[in-house]
């Protein structure tokens, strides 16, 4: 049985870099780093990386609407991170609605 060499996987064709893309799906609605990833093709890890440079480039621009605790309400304003947290530090749910990302 003969075994073929693998095919590189040939990247998708790209019109603009992919934070130009992140950034004009952003301008356009609010959206979380999942439904980012499902319109670009790209992994959640990625976008939240790019979502990082776009926030210093932007100097502000980026606006987070923050992760609410569906146990509580408690929503986590004051967190710099831009990935959803795992619990709530209240009730220790873990039913979190992920924070959503617009351009103003």
């Not at 799906?25 to 609010?30: D, F, G, M, Q, R």
């Not at 890890?45 to 210093?56: A, G, S």
């Not at 480039?57 to 990935?83: N, T, W």
């Amino acid at each position: 049985m003969r075994i073929r060499p693998k095919q590189p996987p040939i990247p998708a064709d790209r019109q603009d870099t992919v934070r130009h893309e992140i950034v004009s799906l952003l301008t356009a609605e609010s959206l979380t780093a999942r439904e980012i990833s499902e319109q670009v093709g790209i992994g959640e890890k990625e976008v939240l990386e790019h979502l990082e440079h776009i926030k210093i480039a932007l100097h502000g621009g980026l606006v987070i609407i923050p992760a609410l605790c569906l146990g509580c309400g408690f929503s986590f304003r004051k967190r710099e991170r831009l990935k959803k947290p795992g619990r709530c530090p209240v009730c220790r749910s873990e039913r979190i609605v992920e924070p959503s990302f617009s351009i103003s």
